[in-house]
């Protein structure tokens, strides 16, 4: 079931503690620059007046998703340097994150940006409006049952186990819905790592061989699907562990106890969390390597008929 987290554990072997530290030191970075640059120009803003505050709020707001775009959104990807060479066993040194910065590497990681976000909300616009009509469709014979032409009397049991039949659907049609974002997720993943992977190719390269890796690279996407499914469940069942003993001290001893298990159960989560999140991206590495590997070979075979 985890076989891509496992390639990754094994050909990371030795440099996990490292990858994971300077990926949580980067997005440190990320935040305290975010924080710092708040700070600062938020104080003399107290000193305007009402109307040339908001409007100063305003300009600072589009300054900081301009940096998200160019600066913090290139290091984000920058990042899967430390994975990819921890998964093909290279050694690799905290700069190399910055290299997106490089001539060359810098406008293709920003085109690969514009364009993943462009045809994201385009998907997301289709996927929700296909799950509206899904919605009314289901919901239909409900309206019907609730048309004020048949409030008069109780529902006979046709119609309750039809209502209950609908909504078991509407729950159904719920987890569903998640479904495509969770391929499109993987997909932008792959993308990026086709960009680690190779920066300098054309930008619609990337996105055939990212398209080429999930789907004709021999790997199994479900598995690495529910494998992550099942890791992201992990940080929910320790802290669920630690609201039940929290609510237990809470009962039987003083009410600092109950605090102090409150806390050490959000502490706790949080480790889990960023040790699921390190493990999930890894898995993603994988699978994108592995699946090249499978392409490669598929290409070579094809060269030597």
């Known amino acids: ?33 975010t924080i710092a640059f708040i700070s600062l120009v938020a104080l003399p803003i107290f000193m305007l007046e009402p109307a040339f505050a908001a409007l100063s709020i305003f300009f600072i707001f589009l300054l900081l998703i301009l940096i998200a775009i160019f600066i913090f959104y290139p290091l984000s990807v920058g990042v899967l340097r430390y994975f990819t060479a921890t998964y093909k066993e290279q050694d690799y040194q905290f700069k190399d994150a910055f290299a997106v910065f490089k001539k060359g590497n810098y406008s293709k990681v920003i085109k690969v940006g514009l364009l993943t976000f462009v045809a994201y909300l385009i998907f997301s ?34 119609e ?30 792959l993308v990026y790592m086709a960009y680690i992977d190779e920066p300098l ?28 499914l099942i890791l992201w469940i992990i940080p929910i069942i320790i802290y669920a562990l630690f609201i039940g003993g929290a609510a237990l001290l809470g009962i039987y ?11 050490s159960g ?17 898995s993603v590495a994988a699978y994108y390597f592995r699946g090249r590997h499978h392409l490669d070979e598929m290409h070579r075979n094809l060269q030597q008929v």
Request: glycine content about 6%; proline content about 2%; overall charge neutral.
């Open 1 to 33: 079931m985890f076989e891509y987290q496992g390639l990754f554990k094994t050909n990371g072997k030795g440099r996990h503690t490292k990858t994971f530290w300077f990926t949580v030191l980067i997005f440190i970075m990320i935040y305290a620059a």
């Open 253 to 263: 001893f003083e009410e600092t106890a109950f605090v102090v298990m409150l806390v």
């Open 266 to 282: 959000v502490i706790a989560m949080m480790i889990a969390y960023f040790i699921v999140m390190y493990f999930t991206v890894g």
């Open 160 to 189: 309750i186990g039809t209502i209950a039949t609908v909504l078991l659907l509407n729950l159904l049609l719920v987890l569903l819905s998640y479904i495509p974002y969770i391929f499109a997720t993987i997909y932008i993943f």
């Open 125 to 158: 616009f289709a996927v929700s409006m296909l799950m509206q009509v899904l919605f009314m469709m289901v919901n239909a014979p409900v309206f019907a049952f609730f048309d004020t032409s048949n409030m008069e009397g109780a529902f006979s049991s046709g």
């Open 201 to 228: 190719i054309p930008t619609t390269e990337k996105f055939q061989i990212a398209w080429d890796v999930m789907f004709r690279g021999g790997e199994s996407i479900t598995k690495l699907i529910f494998s992550n």
